[in-house]
């Protein structure tokens, strides 16, 4: 396969969902034991039981999803429907050692991809799994355009953010968590202790204190993220006093800045952290800055908190619309109708 582009791989559907592009795969029906669950999935499976249970009831409604990629039969959608077949099957019910399914040949890179959409609005996910899917996608997306001429216009975050029905600036939070979490806090996160703000702002912190952060979260302490901005706000203060007097020390050292940080070209070493301007800025001052995009994102973020991340609280007048995987653009259509 070469040379695709991204409209060969999604359909959007309404408010921005996107799910895999099925018009030219081809029905096949297998035994749900030879089918192979892709290693790569890291959705959860739960409530298999109960969708067993609906299976016996009403039957399956729609067929799981497969790739085939060197004669193997993958599952790209549909891990929890495919598990309740094979448990009906533990169950004593025959008929269901052979199901219908939707395939289509395709290489590894595209089976990556066809992987990560057609989980990405199946149910909620939690901040980790959504962390993890954006990650996921960038990497596959790159091996994609690498390996098969997959077609991406524009910045990468920007198509990343497009298909993830998000916004670039949490695709850069996503990024950073990724990046700079220790192992701690990052299982912290996995678990739900750290919300994603909580984890981003985290990940600014040395990795001592991180590992303290993650350690009080685990032992049920609640951490705000307010309280995590202070104490970044801090430690790059304390950063720069220090720097500033060995600076003045060594007046022959050879500094250049590299992002944020002052460094001496000589050994590597950081001398002195740049506090950016936007963390002197009151949030007022922050908001009055915002882009509407922006200010959709930040909205959301504090409506879902308000409601402790299960969904929307009704801060806009849009609330009764507001589904939670269609929020942004909920927040969106609010903001606009403002202007």
Not at 260 to 278: A, L, M, S
Request: charged share 30%; proline share 2%; net charge negative.
């Amino acid at each position: 396969m070469s040379n695709f582009n991204m409209m060969s791989l999604v359909n959007s559907k309404s408010k921005g969902i996107k799910e895999i592009n099925t018009e030219d795969y081809k029905r096949i029906k297998l035994d749900p034991r030879n089918v192979i669950p892709s290693q790569s999935n890291f959705y959860s499976q739960d409530n298999i039981e109960e969708l067993a249970d609906t299976f016996l009831l009403v039957g399956q409604q729609q067929p799981t999803v497969l790739g085939r990629v060197n004669n193997e039969f993958r599952i790209i959608s549909g891990h929890r429907r495919n598990l309740a077949n094979i448990l009906n099957i533990e169950r004593g019910h025959k008929e269901y050692e052979e199901v219908e399914y939707l395939y289509k040949d395709m290489t590894e890179a595209f089976f990556e991809l066809s992987l990560i959409i057609g989980n990405a609005f199946t149910r909620k996910l939690s901040p980790f799994e959504e962390t993890e899917q954006v990650i996921r996608l960038k990497k596959a997306l790159i091996r994609a355009r690498d390996e098969d001429g997959l077609e991406i216009k524009g910045k990468l975050r920007n198509v990343v953010a497009e298909l993830m029905n998000t916004s670039r600036t949490q695709v850069a939070r996503m990024e950073a968590i990724n990046n700079n979490l220790t192992e701690e806090a990052k299982e912290q996160f996995k678990e739900g202790n750290l919300g994603i703000t909580v984890a981003y702002e985290t990940s600014k912190l040395p990795e001592e204190e991180q590992k303290e952060i993650a350690k009080k979260v685990a032992n049920g302490e609640e951490i705000k993220s307010k309280d995590i901005v202070t104490v970044v706000q801090e430690t790059r203060k304390e950063t720069v006093s220090v720097s500033d007097t060995k600076a003045n020390e060594e007046n022959d050292i050879n500094l250049v800045v590299i992002d944020n940080d002052v460094v001496d070209k000589d050994t590597g070493e950081i001398v002195e952290q740049i506090v950016p301007e936007y963390l002197s800025k009151s949030v007022i001052d922050r908001i009055k800055e915002m882009t509407t995009s922006e200010m959709a994102d930040f909205l959301c973020e504090k409506c879902t908190g308000i409601g402790g991340g299960n969904g929307c609280s009704g801060l806009c007048d849009f609330a009764l619309s507001c589904k939670y995987t269609n929020r942004r653009e909920v927040c969106l259509q609010w903001l606009n109708s403002k202007q």
